[in-house]
């Protein structure tokens, strides 16, 4: 049988035409293998995989570059995809009866619930990659085992819902991030989930909003550095050979000190995203469950050039007590395991810490630098106080700021809270003048709160 494939198109949206290509392209590879059958012809020399229009306006055709997918991750991606953007073409598969007028079983694929049209798993990629030929079918089978070629790029998922049935039952699935990202045309980030339980962070301030000593700041831009520079160091094969990729750091020091503003400056100056770590959403008291929910993060972020900010770490990284019964035993191994897993990550991984000494011994072995954020000396706290207040307002003339800033020993976080009642007051007084019984009651509020008097 002589088959045709449809041309492509050439006369669409900038926006929209690589997706539309891409497209006209999988039906070419539904319409020959529905008409054709089983035939084992490799379908990426029947089918060469189109060449997408350039630009950063077609938001399909940057997702493809910048996550730089082969052929087999293109087909599987638009496939997943088919149901969203072009729901009649899939159900070109209903029409393939086997003798008992159900959906041929080489097909695979099945009827949504509330979707009236055909939902595509994984028995239908293989199907469209090789029919129903078994060595082929092994070939690429392996391939959609989790955390192999196919699912890397995560930017859909294989839903295995019926531990019972095969595995070949999973439903391809676009992720909710890259479905936001084609609809909007704005970059991908990842939408926070239990299985990417983090947010991203980011900052309007500047680095002369923060207030730090001369020693932890050198030391913070010692990672700003290795950022900047680490791929030249480890194109040096000799030095790739003798240090781990990725960078591991520990930002110790009381709440409120700036270690969270400092993790969202150091991504903003490398110009890289940051995301915090809910680390509620991470620890489990069930076995296992910790690894697997830690897993999820690095395997998310593998190869992303992301900072990832684990706060308030002691959760995850305690000390590892004396083995005592199998709970002990467990959580020892627990610690073990992520100690290892944040070795082995290529990326930049900050962990902050309210008490050094919380934090297990063995993870300073795998960690190139400890920062110290101090509680501020006075002069210290009298510029934080300086920079704190905002435009449009002012301290009454009577206040003694430098009084202030040597007899209170807050935090910076506790004197932007402080100002920011401050500002309040003044509001309400319609005057934008902050007076010293506003800072006063301000202060006595956050002293209140780390148990302090006054």
């Known amino acids: ?33 529905c008409n054709i059958g089983s035939f084992s012809d490799n379908i990426f020399h029947l089918f060469p995989v189109p060449v997408l ?25 638009i496939l997943s995809l088919c149901p969203y953007f072009k729901p009649d073409l899939t159900n070109r598969f209903l029409v393939q009866k086997d003798e008992m007028g159900m959906i041929a079983t080489e097909i695979g694929g099945y009827l949504g619930k509330a979707y009236r049209g055909f939902l595509p798993t994984v028995q ?10 078994l060595i082929e079918n092994v070939v690429y089978l392996d391939l ?21 049935e095969p595995f070949t039952s999973s439903l391809l699935s676009p992720t909710q991030e890259l479905l936001q990202s084609l609809v909007t045309g704005k970059p991908m980030h990842p939408v926070f989930s239990s299985e990417f339980p983090a947010q991203r962070i ?3 301030m500047e680095w002369d909003d923060l207030v730090l000593n001369d020693t932890t700041l050198d030391e913070v831009y010692d990672v700003i550095h290795w950022i900047k520079y680490s791929k030249q160091l480890m194109s040096n094969k000799d030095f790739a050979r003798k240090n781990m990729p990725g960078y591991r750091c520990l930002f110790s020091g009381p709440p409120g000190t700036g270690k969270t503003l400092t993790a969202s400056l150091i991504g903003k100056t490398v110009g890289k995203e940051t995301y ?3 680390l509620s959403m991470v620890v489990s008291k069930y076995i296992g469950e910790t690894e697997k929910n830690l897993a999820h993060v690095f395997d998310r972020a593998q190869g992303k050039d992301w900072i990832l900010f684990f706060d308030e770490a002691d959760a995850l990284f305690g000390k590892r007590s004396e ?4 709970h002990d035993r467990y959580a020892n191994q627990e610690v073990a395991f992520l100690l290892q897993r944040i070795e082995q990550h290529d990326g930049i991984v900050i962990l902050s810490s309210n008490y050094k000494k919380n934090i297990d011994a063995a993870f300073y072995r795998r960690i190139q630098s400890i920062i110290n954020f101090p509680l501020p000396q006075a002069q210290e706290r009298l ?20 009084a202030i800033a040597e007899r209170y020993k807050l935090a910076g976080g506790a004197i932007m809270n402080v100002i920011r009642y401050g500002c309040l007051k003044a509001v309400v007084r319609e005057d934008q003048i902050i007076e010293l019984a506003d800072l006063q009651e301000g202060i006595s509020r956050e002293l209140d709160k780390e148990g302090k008097m006054a």
């Open 1 to 33: 049988m002589n088959f045709q494939p449809k041309p492509y198109y050439d006369h669409i949206s900038t926006e929209w035409q690589a997706l539309q290509v891409e497209l006209d392209w999988i039906t070419s590879i539904i319409e020959y293998r």
């Open 53 to 77: 229009p350039s630009g950063q306006s077609d938001a399909y055709a940057r997702l493809i570059e910048e996550f730089r997918l082969d052929p087999l991750q293109r087909l599987v991606l």
């Open 124 to 133: 239908t990629a293989l199907f469209l990659l090789s029919g129903n030929r």
């Open 144 to 164: 959609f085992i989790p955390g192999n070629t196919i699912t890397a790029s995560h930017l859909f998922k294989i839903i295995h819902t019926e531990p019972q």
């Open 202 to 204: 980011s900052t309007g």
């Open 276 to 278: 915090k770590i809910d």
């Open 323 to 326: 083995t005592k019964d199998a």
């Open 383 to 402: 510029l934080l106080w300086k920079k704190a207040i905002p435009e449009g307002f002012a301290f009454a003339q009577d206040l003694d700021l430098k």
